[in-house]
């Protein structure tokens, strides 16, 4: 049986791909303080705003409990059924608040981390009928924690408790002089918000506990550097993971190939589908370099920047083609081509230095070797033709 791992060597912070396995192992974060206060506190909130339409309600069945005809009290049968016809009338009154506790409690349950079924949960586990793991679930420090939540809530709710029967002492003495129906109206309207009141304590204790459980949780799902290790490498073997891998390098390349555009002296283009933007630097470069290139939206895109950088723009859908097919980012192009990128790259240039008064240059037409001219699919049209 493998040794489990010690905490302390766990000091990583859990990845998602961890978290994500242990909610499917019925692992989420829960705080049942929490779920204690909103029950509570719903189930008396719901109390002491529907207390006017109970409490005459409630009253008229225990009232009538009370009236029945003289010869009623010699048939036992008789006053069987009357009992039950009481009791069958409490119950249906709080089948509401029934209904309440329930939404309330599963309100407070999936508050932190939503709802989750996990039949991994439920299933028995060797461990939950180990003598030694309940010995440590018994005395461990979980154990110690609960106790001091469980006495901070006894002693807050008895403080609070005792502060209000101290201050609405009168009218719990009052009650004993009303008349029977005003007096459990009364009294269930002192109850109600002494206990709304008193439930106050719970709100604390859970403002407590949701952070602690929350760091809790956490460290219980702390891997060590190992772990992360063999998870990244399972993670990358799946098919899904590499091709979501490739297509962030794809993107990462493009962004930084998009970058390059600015330092382009010239762009050429096919003028819709295809785009090739041209680095020349006489002092350190023997040929013309290709900085970036794409087609569709990525040649749309270097036209775009280029427009705005003020970089000059040539036509030639057939160089464009030639450059796109047979030359790589940051490639020099090939020596077939030297003639023809020479050609667009001296007609740029003479266009920067070209005066008002003289004459301006005249647009190449760069002639382009029949082996390197291509279709947009990048067949050769030379193999084509033959």
Known sequence: MAEETPQEDKTEEPTPRRLEKAREDGQVLRSQELTIAVVTMGLISTLYFAGNIMGPQYSGIVASGFIFERHQAFEPNQMIVSLVEQIYASGMLLIPILLATVVFAVLGAISLDGFVFSWKAVAPKASKINPLSGLARIFGLRALVELFKSLMKFALVATIGGLYIYFNYDDVMDLARSHLGPAIE????????????????????AAIDVPYQRFD????????????????????????????????????AERRMLEEVPKADVVITNPEHFSVALKYDQESEDAPRVVAKGKGFIAAKIREIASSEQIHIFESPVLARAIYFT???????????????????????????FRPEFERPKKPKPNVPKDLRFDENGHSLTLESM
């Open 186 to 205: 009364g009294g269930l309207s002192i109850v109600i918000l002494g206990a709304l009141i008193s439930s106050a304590a719970l709100i604390i204790i």
């Open 217 to 252: 949780f956490f460290k219980k799902l702390r891997m060590t550097k190992q772990e992360i290790k063999d998870e990244m490498k399972e993670m990358e073997g799946q098919p899904e993971v590499r091709q979501r891998i490739k297509q962030k390098q794809r993107e990462l």
């Open 327 to 353: 030359t790589e980012i940051n490639a020099r192009i090939p020596a077939a081509l030297y003639m023809a990128v020479a050609q667009v790259i001296a007609y740029v240039y003479s266009l920067k230095q």
